[in-house]
């Protein structure tokens, strides 16, 4: 009878978890040269969460194709940050409730 219960129970507990994943889900993007279409390597891309969140800052770095990545995303709104240096290229709010990826051009000058 126990190792019913034991059973029963672990396998509520597995079914509870998978219904209501608790990390997120990916989120990235493409950051490329607005005029020639290629990407742009070693950007710095910062997602900023909501003031008064429990959740942290996420950073990351452009590939050498200008992709980026972040794998485990909770779903809310962002300010999303991309950044050479001291220099921030591009800021927007973005909402992982509505999207997944984003493609950023950005202007060369």
């Given at each position: 009878?126990f ?12 079914v509870?978890?998978s219904?209501h ?6 989120f ?5 040269d ?8 070693n950007?710095e891309?910062?997602?900023r969460?909501?003031?008064g969140?429990?959740?942290p ?8 194709n200008g ?5 485990q995303v909770?779903?809310?709104r962002?300010l999303?940050?991309v950044?050479?240096?001291p ?8 909402d992982t409730t509505?999207v ?8 060369r000058?």
């Open positions: 009878m190792k019913r219960i034991a059973a029963l129970s672990f396998l509520i507990f597995v509870s978890q219904a994943p608790q990390d997120g889900k990916p990235g993007g493409h950051v490329f607005a005029q020639s279409k290629q990407g742009i390597p950007l891309v910062r997602l969460p909501p003031k969140s429990t959740v800052s996420m950073l990351g770095t452009t590939d050498h992709l980026f990545r972040f794998a909770k779903p809310d962002y999303l940050e950044s050479q240096g220099y921030v290229l591009y800021r927007a709010e973005t509505q997944n990826s984003v493609e950023i051009p950005i202007e000058r």
